[in-house]
C-alpha cells in the first residue's frame, strides 16, 4: 500500500469532501475548577430565573383573587338590592347583618 502521495487527495477517493481534523474529546481537558465555577454561575441563574417565575406567578395569582373578590361583591350587592326591591328596607339590613355574621363563624 503506498502513502499519500500530496496532503490534498485522500486515500479513499473523497476528495470532494474537506478534510476534518481527528476526534478528540475535550470534555476531561477542562479543569475541575473551572467545571465547579460554571456549573456554579448556571445554578445562579437558574436559582435566579425560578424566583422571577414565582414572583411573576404570585403576581398573577394576586390579580386573579381580586378580579373574584370583586365579582362576588357585585354579586351580593346585587342579590342584597333584588330582596329591597321585595323586602322591607330594615329586614334587609337585619338579613345582610345576619349573613355576615355567618359568614364570619364559618371562616
Known amino acids: 500500500m503506498s ?21 478528540r474529546p475535550t470534555r476531561s481537558l477542562t479543569s475541575y475548577s473551572k467545571r465547579l465555577s460554571s456549573q456554579t454561575a448556571t445554578a445562579v441563574t437558574k436559582s435566579k430565573e425560578r424566583e422571577m417565575k414565582a414572583e ?27 330582596m329591597a326591591e321585595k323586602m322591607h328596607a330594615k329586614r334587609v339590613e337585619r338579613v345582610r347583618r345576619r349573613e355576615k355574621r355567618n359568614k364570619l363563624l364559618k371562616s
Do not use: C, V, Y
Not at 485522500?10 to 481534523?21: D, I, Y
Not at 406567578?57 to 333584588?82: G, L, P, S, V, Y
Open 56 to 82: 411573576k406567578e404570585e403576581e398573577r395569582q394576586n390579580r386573579i383573587t381580586n378580579i373574584k373578590d370583586r365579582r362576588e361583591k357585585k354579586a351580593e350587592k346585587e342579590r342584597f338590592e333584588k
Open 3 to 23: 502513502t499519500l502521495t500530496a496532503p490534498s487527495l485522500r486515500k479513499n477517493g473523497k476528495q470532494w469532501h474537506t478534510a476534518r481534523p481527528a476526534f
